[in-house]
């Protein structure tokens, strides 16, 4: 269409129109009958989704860091600390929302680019004793893919620290098994690679996490897990919750679920491969550690010095556009998404695109 700009940027992603029609559906009210049957329609998918049977997942009616606060005031009791394990932009970000409610921090840090290793975790926690342990599985700043499972190891030798993982830019184009992994806390958003609008999040929260926030005094209102829990018993949040949102997430678990959770990793990583092998053959070279790139988007380091406006101004010319670096490293990188519901077909007229841009340049 002439007016619509194809999203190859980390969130908010393309959304297919079919999903963006579902929020269209007649509004209900949300402490009617048919809202509770929406709620507990989407539950087991979501589970699904998550690879969780043990806990319960919330809908949250905020981005996911909202759930990061969430997280950080009920896991972490008075006179405790958290250990926040940080390599780029998103995981500072959530150190620092910890700090802003009182928490004590402790940061392991890895330089961006580069990815912590369990080895670094298991170090840490044999010095100090903390309540949780938080990190990011996906950075969307660095395009790395964080060992996540081999945390998960080192944490079953300290089962009174919860483990809280952020999974925002890699839910449903990655794998992430809550149960397996025993994560306390895995939070996500709708604007990633689940391939919704923003505005909507959801949090797979375990049973140890609701005794721990009996134990914590100042859990705050908005974000507070028993009270969020009280209404989820109900199949209802205890505040206004984005209604056509959840229709359009009901649509669209139908649609991931049908198209198979391995079938959708399987292409997400064969779009990270096209990705890697187009990049290097135009110059390019990757800013994410080998070993741990990302599935959903790849990070370059913006060695052929592009100026990134200006690329994209091209770029929306053909009716697409892809991101600048993030924080620190705007303009020292480039980001390219291939997440949630983008083909390979996709990423061809994409690389096509920018090899005309290149060209204008030579």
Not at 152 to 161: G, I, R
Not at 296 to 306: M, R
């Amino acid at each position: 269409m002439a007016d619509h700009v194809r999203l190859f940027i980390p969130g908010p992603v393309e959304v297919r129109k079919e999903i963006l029609d579902a929020q269209s559906r007649w509004m209900i009210g949300h402490r009617s009958s048919e809202f509770a049957d929406l709620y507990a329609r989407l539950q087991p998918k979501l589970k699904q989704a998550f690879k969780t049977e043990k806990g319960r997942v919330y809908t949250y009616t905020s981005s996911g860091s909202g759930i990061w606060e969430s997280a950080s005031r009920n896991c972490v009791r008075d006179g405790k600390k958290i250990l926040h394990l940080v390599a780029g932009a998103f995981a500072e970000r959530w150190a620092g929302v910890s700090a802003e409610n009182g928490k004590e921090v402790d940061v392991l840090e890895a330089e961006w680019g580069q990815a912590i290793k369990p080895e670094q975790l298991a170090d840490a926690l044999k010095k100090q004793t903390y309540d949780a342990v938080a990190c990011v599985y996906n950075e969307t700043s660095t395009g790395v893919l964080h060992p996540v499972a081999g945390y998960a190891e080192v944490m079953k030798n300290y089962p009174d620290t919860l483990f809280l993982v952020d999974v925002v830019s890699a839910f449903l184009g990655a794998d992430v098994r809550v149960d397996e992994w025993g994560i306390d806390v895995c939070l996500t958003s709708s604007q990633k690679a689940m391939a919704l609008p923003p505005g909507i999040a959801f949090g797979a929260v375990s049973d140890r996490t609701l005794e721990r926030a009996r134990e914590v005094k100042n859990r705050g209102y908005y974000f507070d897990m028993l009270t969020l829990e009280k209404s989820h018993v109900k199949n209802n949040t205890p505040a206004t919750p984005p209604i056509a949102l959840m229709f359009a997430a009901d649509q669209q678990l139908d649609e991931i679920l049908a198209e198979g959770l391995e079938n959708r990793f399987a292409r997400h990583l064969k779009m990270r491969e096209m990705t890697h092998a187009w990049a290097t053959r135009v110059g390019f070279e990757m800013f994410s550690e080998d070993g741990y790139h990302s599935p959903t988007l790849t990070t370059v380091k913006n060695n052929l010095n592009i100026d990134v406006s200006a690329m994209n101004k091209f770029l929306r010319q053909r009716g697409m556009v892809v991101s600048n670096g993030y924080g620190k490293v705007k303009d020292k990188t480039i980001r390219i998404a291939h997440m949630g519901d983008c083909q390979p077909e996709h990423m061809e007229a994409l690389f096509a695109a920018t090899e005309d841009y290149l060209n204008t340049r030579s």
